[in-house]
């Protein structure tokens, strides 16, 4: 279930506020920095869950397998260029 901007807003300057020992006077200061939060997940297009990115990495996995596999060989230098 994904939560609306304000909903999830609200939840994480809760949790910032708990995190801090519950501050008074300090509300807005959270509310504002999970509004940053929320607007860095939105720039970055980052899943609040995270699937989105567990689902590239897995993507990514598959496609280095393959291109190891039809990777040319690096072939070693010779003695005599070494020697050079």
């Known amino acids: 279930m994904f939560l609306s901007k304000d909903d999830w807003i609200s939840q994480r300057a809760y949790a910032l506020w708990e995190a801090e020992g519950r501050p008074e006077g300090r509300g807005e200061d959270h509310w504002q920095q999970a509004a940053r939060e929320h607007q860095l997940l939105e720039l970055t297009k980052a899943s609040l869950d995270g ?7 897995r993507a990514m996995g598959r496609l280095m397998r393959e291109t190891e596999t039809d990777a040319t060989p690096v072939r070693e230098p010779s003695k005599r ?3 050079r």
Do not use: G, P, T
Not at 51 to 57: A, F, G, H, K, V
């Open 51 to 57: 699937r989105d990115m567990i689902e590239r990495l």
């Open 81 to 83: 260029s070494i020697a």
